[in-house]
């Protein structure tokens, strides 16, 4: 019987290394296989077929089709201005009569960079509000493997679809002319950072949603039984070493939601201290006056060098006071600004639908107002858009990065 059964001892023995085995193979399969839980660009199901377009949201359009520099094709949006849409739009202020060409060549231009679900048909709306009520030209691109795009997504290579769309703006005759800001949600934020990191002479601005630090530090937050193998993300996305580096004279805007689930509060303010930090000598930054949170959409975010600048409606509220109450969801939009930078915190905004909150397109549109004042953005329609340019609240989507 002994030699038909092994010992306790050699059993111990195998389980521990089965055990082990299984393990490796696991955490194998969690190095290898984890752009898959990065980059889901099939979730929700259909989201590699079934791409909206902007005619669907009676937009003209141009498909365009880039290749970038390691031969990858992908798709994007161009939604190049004209003088009338035709879609109830912001008027501008002219002195004088243009054509097509010249009015897009006065206008800024807008790049759009999505989060980690869906594709960049699922963002048309937010395009719409760029392109008709703060008439912007704006590009949408996918990154690789999303949508209609070829391709595997990775954090190098979706940097250099990010390259290739501003080397095709700057190559461009009409937008090549224009101011460039990036407007990143979640995921799309770093990627925005990362490009502006790259390019910090080509870019005018930042717009940056929910974003974070660095996936590693995200990871065990976002995904708590991933968090002690959080060594092994290759797909890093460090913005906290990148924004230091960006100009000082950059202005950037942040938008947070107090209750965002996937991407912790904790998160937009650590990278909010660095970015309104950054290029100043550390006596000096000690030495500054400390910024005033504020509630409510603050005007003016573009260039000034002071403090906070006082707008009806907001409660100022300390910089320190970082964990939300039981009613943030009740208090207005919360706004720390230093200089050319601004931070909103919306206190009932989630991961995604901190965009559909009341105050976040008054807070953008003042932003992008401010780089190009000939908008004839009037005080009296701040709030986040006409009837024509409306967003409903996302049901039935799982957060994304």
């Not at 949006?77 to 009015?103: K, Y």
């Not at 991961?351 to 009037?378: I, K, M």
């Amino acid at each position: 019987m002994s030699n038909l059964f092994p010992s306790l001892e050699t059993f111990a023995k195998g389980t521990a290394a089965t055990a082990a085995g299984l393990g490796t193979l696991g955490l194998g399969l969690l190095y290898y296989g984890q752009n898959f839980l990065i980059y889901p660009s099939a979730f929700p199901a259909g989201a590699r077929e079934d791409v909206p377009v902007p005619t669907d949201f009676s937009i003209p359009y141009t498909d365009l089709e880039l290749t970038t520099t390691d031969n990858v094709k992908i798709k994007a949006f161009l939604l190049l201005q004209r003088p009338n849409l035709g879609m109830n739009e912001t008027q501008v202020a002219s002195g004088e009569e243009s054509g097509e060409e010249q009015f897009a060549a006065t206008r800024p231009t807008v790049v759009m960079f999505h989060g980690n679900g869906g594709n960049h048909g699922h963002r048309i709306p937010l395009g719409k509000i760029f392109y008709g009520k703060m008439r912007c030209n704006v590009i949408m691109p996918s990154y690789r493997g999303y949508g209609h795009s070829e391709g595997t997504p990775s954090e190098k290579g979706i940097q250099i679809d990010a390259q290739t769309v501003l080397d095709y703006v700057h190559a461009h005759p009409i937008l090549a002319k224009t101011p460039i800001i990036l407007y990143g949600q979640s995921i799309g934020g770093a990627v925005s950072i990362d490009l502006a990191y790259r390019n910090p002479q080509a870019i005018t601005a930042l717009i940056i949603e929910n974003t974070f630090m660095s996936l590693p530090r995200l990871i065990p937050s976002a995904m708590p039984w991933l968090g002690p193998f959080s060594f092994l993300c290759h797909q890093k996305w460090e913005s906290y070493l990148k924004v230091p580096k960006l100009p000082q004279d950059m202005p950037v805007l942040m938008l947070g939601g107090a209750r965002d689930e996937v991407v912790p509060r904790t998160q937009m303010r650590e990278l909010w201290t660095i970015i309104r930090s950054r290029g100043r000598e550390p006596a000096a930054a000690e030495g500054r006056k400390k910024p005033r949170m504020s509630s409510g959409a603050a005007s003016g975010t573009g260039t000034g060098t002071g403090g906070p600048e006082k707008v009806r409606g907001y409660v100022e509220v300390a910089d320190g006071d970082d964990e939300p109450g039981p009613d943030d969801s009740k208090v207005p939009p919360r706004v720390l600004k230093d200089g050319v930078n601004t931070y909103f915190e919306f206190g009932a905004g989630r991961h995604n639908d901190t965009c559909v909150q009341p105050g976040y397109w008054a807070a953008v549109e003042r932003f992008v107002s401010s780089l190009c004042p000939r908008v004839v953005s009037s005080s009296s329609s701040s709030s986040s858009s006409s009837s024509s340019f409306s967003l409903s609240r996302p049901t039935g989507k799982s957060p994304s990065l």
